[in-house]
């Protein structure tokens, strides 16, 4: 059974490029178009990773990931930002959080998939 990974980003041409690179790698994938959107459908299903943005309304990634981490059934469950933020500081907050790892926009596709791939072990 393929690994089912939640994307969360409130840009749709994001989540459009996401969904067509981790569906054509096999892995299905469920959209969220905010953090709080992520965070429902996150604690209603059950999801093998969650890629998601940094800068959203409703709810920042970050705040997300906080969360999430709070409830065991999500410990852990690989957590990918993929956001246009790059600062240092941020990569700090954002791993203390418990990102798993930090991809910046403009991103490859494949480059997601391969990620995906290590993480998920597949």
Request: net charge neutral; glycine share 8%.
């Given at each position: 059974?393929?690994?089912?990974?939640?994307?969360?980003?409130?840009?749709?041409?994001?989540r459009?490029?996401t969904?067509?690179?981790?569906?054509?790698?096999?892995?299905r994938?469920?959209?969220?178009?905010?953090?709080?959107?992520?965070?429902?459908?996150?604690?209603?299903?059950?999801?093998?990773?969650?890629?998601?943005?940094?800068?959203?309304?409703n709810m920042?990634?970050?705040?997300?990931?906080?969360a999430?981490?709070?409830?065991?059934a999500?410990?852990?469950?690989?957590i990918i930002?993929?956001t246009?933020?790059?600062d240092?500081?941020m990569?700090?907050?954002?791993?203390?959080?418990?990102?798993?790892?930090?991809?910046?926009?403009?991103?490859?596709?494949?480059q997601?998939?391969?990620?995906?791939?290590?993480?998920?072990?597949?």
């Amino acid at each position: 059974m393929s690994a089912h990974i939640l994307t969360v980003d409130d840009s749709a041409s994001i989540r459009l490029t996401t969904r067509v690179a981790l569906t054509g790698a096999g892995f299905r994938v469920t959209e969220a178009v905010d953090g709080l959107d992520g965070l429902s459908k996150a604690q209603a299903g059950q999801f093998d990773m969650i890629v998601t943005d940094l800068n959203m309304p409703n709810m920042n990634g970050l705040a997300m990931i906080e969360a999430l981490r709070r409830s065991p059934a999500h410990a852990g469950v690989p957590i990918i930002f993929l956001t246009t933020e790059s600062d240092a500081e941020m990569k700090t907050r954002a791993k203390a959080a418990g990102a798993t790892g930090w991809i910046t926009k403009p991103f490859d596709p494949e480059q997601l998939v391969k990620i995906a791939r290590k993480v998920l072990g597949r």
